[in-house]
């Protein structure tokens, strides 16, 4: 099976290097899919801000292989008024560019359905080219209900699509809610095979220069209210109280930085509590393969491939029911527990790091979310539209 040229459009995407790490998950299907096309062209439009933003600094126009990516940049305020006009920026930017660099497509995938899924509506519309929609998460169980003119829009956008694609069962659920008559797939997000599997625990500490004589409590998402980690934290003092060698290191870097460290002083955790900041994507492996447990305290996910990527290096999950890890998290791979619950998370982490888990069970479930896996389904998508 081999296509001709796919445009993907996508709100963020990786820079060159993989410095800017936004929608990498994005970047990282696309690998597997683009050896099915003659040419793929990515599209993520980039709002101007003075090089402050981290994408507007680092994003330059880049290519690879047969794909071609590129961060046209335009003009945005980002009040009300503006908010609600983003998706038809984005069109505009990305119109002005295929017409200014003659770019050809015979199918479009939008990541996203605001605003990335309406300007591939747009485009659909003017070039009558077949678009395919991915849902991810907050742009559909949050954007579409905040207001009416929001959910016209991704209304709009959803029933242009010849096919939505949503990464779970929870994310159906809101979709359903809508107006629209567009047919839905459910394909989960993937992990990268040949970059999480398991190494000796040993090697990844003396290569993080982490000790290896502590029970290591692993987290990693961006420090926002939404990934819990203030009550990973409070969870804490009561893990500490029930065992002394636990080591709970967070990755990540965000808003709330100076009120997680301010909380960690406060409960005299800094012996055992790590911020470490955010790390390159590559080095993600080694840290989950140097934990003993996997921890998720997500409010909300929508998947939570994180959670995906550190069950292929072995390791047990604790993660909470937030909507996206109940429909991941089977007994033989970790233990579930309510969100916002800081006693009862301690408990729970304390019971995963005694338990006794099968770790070849634990890799052999991950098999299933792989790149190549998810990717076939994907093709095959794109095959009921395009033929």
């Known amino acids: 099976m081999k296509f001709e040229n796919l445009l993907i ?36 439009p980039v709002p101007r801000s003075l090089g402050l933003k981290e994408d507007d600094k680092y994003c330059k126009n880049y290519s690879y292989e047969n794909v071609k ?5 335009f003009s945005h305020l980002p009040v009300a008024y503006f908010r609600n006009r983003l ?19 015979d199918l479009i995938h939008a990541h996203f359905t605001w605003p990335s ?18 849902t991810h998460g907050y742009d559909i169980y949050d954007l579409p209900f905040r207001n009416e003119l929001l959910r016209k829009k991704v209304e709009y956008a959803l029933d242009s699509a010849d096919y939505i694609i949503t990464v779970s069962n929870n994310n159906l659920k809101y979709i359903n809610k809508l107006n629209i008559k567009t047919p839905v797939r459910i394909i989960p997000n993937g992990f990268r095979s040949d970059l999480f599997y398991p190494i000796p625990k040993d090697h990844a500490r003396k290569k993080l220069n982490l000790p290896t004589n502590k029970k290591i409590i692993l987290s990693i998402g961006n420090l926002v209210e939404v990934k819990g980690h203030r009550y990973l934290i409070q969870a804490m ?4 109280k029930q065992r002394r060698d636990i080591l709970c290191i967070i990755v990540g870097s965000g808003q709330l930085k100076r009120e997680l460290e301010k909380l960690i002083k406060e409960l005299n955790l800094q012996d055992h509590i790590k911020l470490v900041g955010a790390k390159p994507h590559e080095e993600i492996p080694l840290w989950m393969n140097a934990c003993d447990v996997f921890v998720l305290p997500s409010l909300r996910e929508s998947f939570g491939i994180v959670q995906i990527e550190a ?62 896996e998810i990717s076939k389904k994907i093709l095959n998508t794109y095959k009921k539209v395009l033929t």
């Open 311 to 372: 069950i292929a290096c072995g390791k047990p999950v604790v993660a909470t029911y937030n909507g996206g890890s109940e429909e991941i998290i089977k007994n033989e791979v970790g233990i579930l527990v309510e969100s916002k619950k800081s006693e009862k998370l301690a408990n729970v982490l304390n019971k995963a790091l005694e338990k006794e888990w099968n770790i070849q069970k634990i890799v052999e479930y991950s098999k299933k979310f792989t790149l190549e």
């Open 87 to 105: 998706g038809d920026n984005y069109f505009k930017a990305i119109n002005k560019l295929i017409k200014k660099k003659n770019i050809k497509f």
């Open 9 to 44: 459009i996508s709100n963020t995407f990786p820079d060159k290097k993989n410095t800017f790490i936004g929608g990498v998950f994005v970047k990282e299907q696309l690998n597997y899919i683009r050896k099915y096309f003659k040419e793929v062209t990515v599209i993520s």
């Open 237 to 240: 003092k009561g893990t500490v």
């Open 69 to 73: 990516v590129l961060f046209p940049r």
């Open 117 to 134: 899924g309406y300007a591939g509506a747009k485009l659909k519309e003017k070039y009558n080219i077949p678009l395919i929609i991915t």
